[in-house]
């Protein structure tokens, strides 16, 4: 029988050693932040997007928290040695390394996946830079090694992503629904002949309809 690596083993691995990619689905799932500052606000608001009921701890909770609405929830108290076990997902944000790793044991320890921020050596993953255009989700990571050029690189494609790419997603999955809808598969059709044309070209001058009709004759010549 193969013995499995212990959880202290697993909590060696660097950070900055090869990283997996995953989107994480956290909507009705319970997330702790450790820390109220302006820095935990930036995560809660994050985690907030992707539908998660985040509760915070921390000696103070910046007004902006206490601000939103039921999905947050907020205790100005310090950390509780053990309560990362209770969450499915930890974040720390509280810029003091004792803390952390008080927070990084309990998490380790419970098999709870946890990031401290600025803190990599107390993390079991990192988290990208992000743009979002509706259901469009973009990131960009350097494995946790320049948070500075993956925060620079999410401006380009903030500046390149406009409105209009929403747009496109909205018709190529309503197209996609359709063909499924009739039985037949997605696949072997010229999705990439449509974007490579000028599709979002006509999207940017409020042509939609045009654009719809140009995906269907692409997918139709399939």
């Not at 799932?29 to 985690?47: D, F, Q, S």
């Not at 310090?78 to 990084?104: H, K, M, N, S, W």
């Not at 990599?120 to 255009?133: E, G, Q």
Request: net charge negative; charged share 25%; with cysteine.
């Amino acid at each position: 029988m193969t013995k499995l690596p212990s959880r202290r083993q697993w909590a060696e691995v660097p950070v900055g050693g090869p990283q997996y990619p995953v989107n994480l689905c956290l909507a009705g799932r319970p997330v702790l932040v450790v820390g109220g500052g302006h820095i935990a606000v930036r995560k809660v608001e994050g985690l907030r997007q992707a539908g998660a009921r985040v509760h915070v701890v921390g000696p103070e909770v910046d007004e902006a928290i206490k601000a939103m609405d039921e999905d947050v929830s907020w205790e100005e108290r310090p950390y509780r040695r053990g309560e990362a076990g209770g969450f499915r997902l930890v974040i720390t944000a509280t810029g003091d390394r004792t803390v952390d790793q008080e927070v990084y044991d309990d998490a380790e320890a419970a098999g709870v996946w946890i990031n401290s921020a600025d803190d990599p050596d107390r993390c079991s993953f990192t988290l990208p830079a992000v743009v979002r255009r509706g259901p469009l989700t973009v990131t960009v990571s350097t494995g946790g090694h320049s948070p500075a050029l993956a925060s620079w690189l999410r401006a380009q494609f903030e500046r390149e992503l406009g409105p209009e790419y929403e747009i496109l997603l909205q018709l190529l999955n309503e197209a996609r629904s359709a063909v499924q809808a009739e039985g037949r598969s997605t696949e072997g059709l010229a999705w990439q002949r449509a974007l490579d044309s000028d599709m979002l070209a006509l999207i940017r001058g409020g042509r939609i309809p045009e654009a719809r009709e140009h995906l269907l004759a692409c997918l139709s010549s399939s």
